[in-house]
């Protein structure tokens, strides 16, 4: 099992909720803005996630996070 951090796990509740809520995921923007990071903070722990096998995304294409 793959260990997670408070901190990733929070990035994964908060992208679970939007999906939930909107039927899409967020941007990377939106996530940041959220968690109260800048973007590019936002963008490594995506890069995170996805290195961990916790969430998947497309190249290229916007709110593709899948979890």
Known sequence: MVE???KQA???AYIR???DGFGISPAESEIADAI???P???NQMMKTLERKGL???QP???RSIQI
């Open 60 to 62: 290229g294409v916007p």
């Open 40 to 42: 590019p903070s936002a």
């Open 55 to 57: 969430i998947r995304r």
């Open 17 to 19: 909720a939007y999906r």
């Open 10 to 12: 929070r990035y994964l």
């Open 4 to 6: 997670i951090t408070p």
């Open 36 to 38: 109260g990071v800048s």
